[in-house]
């Protein structure tokens, strides 16, 4: 079972439509983070949460917002979706505590806004 | 500013050793860590340097020069399977909290 769950795994979409990216993870990590991979530009940071009630913006946070609704689950949402957001998302988690903690990503989430 | 730069692709041949470079420019730097990720798939962990020199994991080490803003990653007896994408991330304290800065990634081919 993976521990850092993504749904949906792919969706397509149309450009005005507000679209709502699940994450859930059962690491028991404190840390969760939302990201974007595009061709050639590697991994940007959305956003990201240590807790349940903080949320911080990260790179590139205009266009999208998120909910911590508990330690275990991070959404993603995109209120009027447009086609520059066609992407693979990744949710990521991470330990609180230690040095060496390397971020866990899920499966991912290939977004097409036509 | 942050900036983390590494080789866009690389080809090898199976069986033989690579090594792949990475060189960050970060304001507050709190450890270097490897990724690999085959196409259209999570990126997966490989390995973390925090300390200068070289940390070895099977088939896959990890070396850092902090002072140089440098690190590598070294694959021996390459495999097939070892074709994908390799990420840089650097984890930097800068403004007070810790974040994971990505290169774009080396793209790598094996080749029988």
């Known amino acids: 079972d993976a521990d850092v769950t993504q749904t949906p795994r792919n969706r397509i979409t149309k450009t005005g439509k507000r679209i709502m990216l699940e994450c859930s993870q059962t690491?028991?990590?404190?840390?969760m983070y939302w990201y974007r991979q595009d061709p050639g530009l590697g991994l940007q940071l959305i956003y990201y949460?240590?807790?349940?009630?903080?949320?911080n913006k990260g790179e590139i946070s205009d266009g999208y917002s998120v909910s911590r609704q508990a330690q275990a689950k991070f959404s993603l949402s995109l209120e009027s979706a447009i086609p520059n957001q066609t992407a693979l998302y990744f949710c990521?988690?991470?330990?609180?505590?230690?040095?060496?903690?390397?971020?866990?990503f899920g499966n991912g989430t290939r977004l097409t806004v036509t | 500013g942050q900036n983390i730069d590494q080789p866009t692709e690389m080809t090898a041949t199976e069986g033989a050793i690579v090594q792949i470079n990475c060189t960050y420019q970060?304001?507050?730097?709190?450890?270097l860590f490897w990724y690999q990720q085959h196409a259209g798939e999570a990126p997966t962990f490989l390995s973390y340097?925090?300390?200068?020199g070289l940390e070895e994991k099977g088939r896959f080490s990890s070396f850092l020069s902090r002072s140089k803003g440098y690190s590598y990653l070294l694959l021996k007896e390459l495999q097939m399977k070892d074709s994908a994408s390799y990420l840089c991330?650097?984890?930097?304290?800068?403004?007070?909290?810790?974040?994971?800065?990505f290169g774009t990634g080396t793209r790598l081919k094996v080749l029988a």
């Open positions: 990521a988690t991470s330990a609180s505590q230690g040095a060496n903690s390397p971020l866990h």
């Open positions: 690491k028991g990590h404190d840390r």
């Open positions: 949460s240590f807790d349940v009630k903080d949320i």
């Open positions: 970060t304001s507050g730097f709190n450890g």
């Open positions: 340097n925090v300390l200068d």
């Open positions: 991330a650097v984890r930097d304290k800068g403004s007070g909290t810790y974040k994971y800065i």
